[in-house]
């Protein structure tokens, strides 16, 4: 009964946030950017990406390691 309650309680919870993606806002992409040495065409790469992301289309996202 248990397991049932947990399996249903996770697609329940997968169903509605799975269709759901966070995208970066223009503040983030101004500070991803800031570091790059061609700042103007990293922000307008991002901005491209977030677009086809909110439409719904894939996107290669790079990863990028933080210096802390």
């Known amino acids: 009964m248990k397991l049932a309650l947990n399996l249903f309680l996770f697609l329940f919870a997968f169903a509605i946030f799975g269709e759901k993606s966070l995208s970066l806002t223009d503040f983030q992409i ?39």
């Open 30 to 68: 101004k500070r991803i950017c800031k570091k790059e040495k061609r700042e103007l065409a990293c922000i307008k790469i991002l901005k491209e990406k977030r677009l086809n992301l909110q439409k719904g289309k894939s996107i290669e996202i790079p990863v990028i390691y933080l210096k802390r």
